[in-house]
């Protein structure tokens, strides 16, 4: 016997199973969660689909303020930053690769920071 934790973007409804745990754990780490989104958890015994569930626990996940490129692109894509979004003129941004800034763009970054082979085009 264990514990399921069940999870939704809802305090009232559309909880759905995440993972597990053993009897006397005291931590989870999920893993599958996405950055500036509020999530609500709850345990439910594995032995039961209704009874005995377990208070509601609300968390935010962290805001992502330091970015860097995960590959070669343009400066507007966001699958090319560590965030997956786009850089605002609140981030750190460490260039790594090789980025371009499309003509008429203006991106954004309080400090950057290139390694040896970065390039900003």
Not at 22 to 32: H, I
Request: with cysteine; glycine share 8%.
């Amino acid at each position: 016997m264990g514990y399921f934790i069940e999870r939704s973007l809802s305090v009232n409804s559309g909880f759905v199973p995440v993972g597990g745990v053993k009897p006397n754990t005291a931590t989870f780490m999920d893993a599958t969660v996405l950055l500036n989104t509020p999530y609500y958890y709850r345990i439910r015994p594995s032995n039961t689909t209704t009874g005995h569930l377990s208070n509601v626990s609300g968390v935010f996940t962290g805001v992502c303020t330091t970015m860097y490129t995960l590959k070669e692109g343009n400066w507007n894509d966001p699958s090319v930053w560590s965030c997956g979004r786009l850089p605002t003129q609140n981030d750190k941004v460490e260039i790594n690769h090789t980025v371009t800034v499309p003509e008429n763009y203006e991106a954004m970054a309080s400090d950057l920071l290139f390694n040896a082979s970065a390039r900003l085009i």
